[in-house]
C-alpha cells in the first residue's frame, strides 16, 4: 500500500538560515508528489508538486524539492527561512495518479523559526 | 473570488449523535473531496463527489455519508458519533477529478469535538 513517512516531527531553524524537510514514499510505479503547507486555523496551501519531467521542482514561497527515485524520497528545501515560514508542513502522495484529489498525507513536520 | 468555504467553523456534539458538514466549492469547480484531520496526524482521504455521484471513499466507515448538490456544493454526514471522530473536517475542490494540471483548493475546515 502506498504511504508517505515525514521522519522529523518537529525542526527548528534559525531565520535567514537554509531548510530541509525529508519525505519518503512508498508506491509501485512513478508517484504525483505534492508539499502543502498549514498554518494555525488555516486549510492547506499547495507548495509545489511532481507529475513526471525535471526532479527539481520549483514551487511558491521560494520553495523547492527534488524527486529522488533511487531513494524514494522527496524532500522540501529553501535557501533562507523566514520567520513567517514557520508551519505545518505535509508530504503526500497521490493514490490513484489522479491530479491529486485522493491523497496520502505524511503525519506532517511542524517548523519553527527562531530569530 | 471566494475560495472554498465551510460551515460551521466549529462544532461540539456528543456521542451516538449525527452531524453535518457543509462545503461550497471555488467558483467554477465541479469536484469536492472530504478529508479528515486528526490532532497532530496529516489529513486522510474520506470521499470524492463528481456530478452529485461518490467516486472514490477511502478506509472509512458506512457512518460516513455525503452528497453534492447540483450547484456543486457538497455535505459530509456523520452518523453515530464516537470519542475518535474527534477531528479537523477539511473539504477540498478541484476543477474536475480526472485532469493532471489541476490542483485541489483547501478550505480553513470545521473542528469538530465530539464529547
Known amino acids: 500500500a502506498q504511504s508517505v513517512t515525514q521522519p522529523d516531527i518537529h525542526i527548528t531553524v534559525s531565520e535567514g538560515a537554509s531548510l530541509e524537510l525529508r519525505c519518503n514514499y512508498s508506491y509501485g510505479a512513478t508517484p504525483y508528489l505534492f508539499w502543502y503547507v498549514q498554518s494555525p486555523g488555516q486549510g492547506l496551501q499547495l507548495l509545489l508538486k511532481?507529475?513526471?519531467?525535471?526532479?527539481l521542482v520549483q514551487g511558491i514561497k521560494g520553495f523547492e524539492a527534488e524527486f529522488k527515485r533511487s531513494q524514494s524520497s522527496f524532500n522540501l528545501r529553501k535557501p533562507s527561512v523566514h520567520w513567517s515560514d514557520a508551519a505545518e508542513y505535509f508530504c503526500a502522495v497521490d493514490a490513484a495518479n489522479q491530479a491529486g484529489t485522493a491523497l496520502i498525507f505524511g503525519k506532517g513536520t511542524t517548523l519553527s523559526v527562531s530569530s | 473570488d471566494a475560495g472554498v468555504t465551510q460551515s460551521p467553523t466549529h462544532l461540539i456534539k456528543t456521542r451516538g449523535q449525527q452531524v453535518t458538514l457543509r462545503c461550497s466549492p471555488k467558483s467554477g469547480h465541479d469536484t469536492v473531496s472530504w478529508y479528515q484531520q486528526a490532532l497532530g496526524q496529516g489529513p486522510q482521504f474520506i470521499f470524492q463527489?463528481?456530478?452529485?455521484?461518490?467516486?472514490q471513499r477511502g478506509n472509512f466507515p458506512d457512518r460516513f455519508s455525503g452528497h453534492q448538490f447540483p450547484n456543486y456544493s457538497s455535505e459530509l454526514n456523520v452518523n453515530a458519533l464516537l470519542l475518535g471522530d474527534s477531528a479537523l473536517y477539511l473539504c477540498?475542490?478541484?476543477?474536475?477529478?480526472?485532469?493532471?494540471?489541476?490542483?485541489?483548493?483547501f478550505g480553513s475546515g470545521t473542528q469538530l469535538s465530539v464529547l
Open positions: 511532481y507529475f513526471s519531467g525535471d526532479t
Open positions: 477540498a475542490s478541484s476543477r474536475s477529478p480526472t485532469s493532471t494540471n489541476e490542483k485541489l483548493f
Open positions: 463527489y463528481y456530478e452529485e455521484e461518490e467516486r
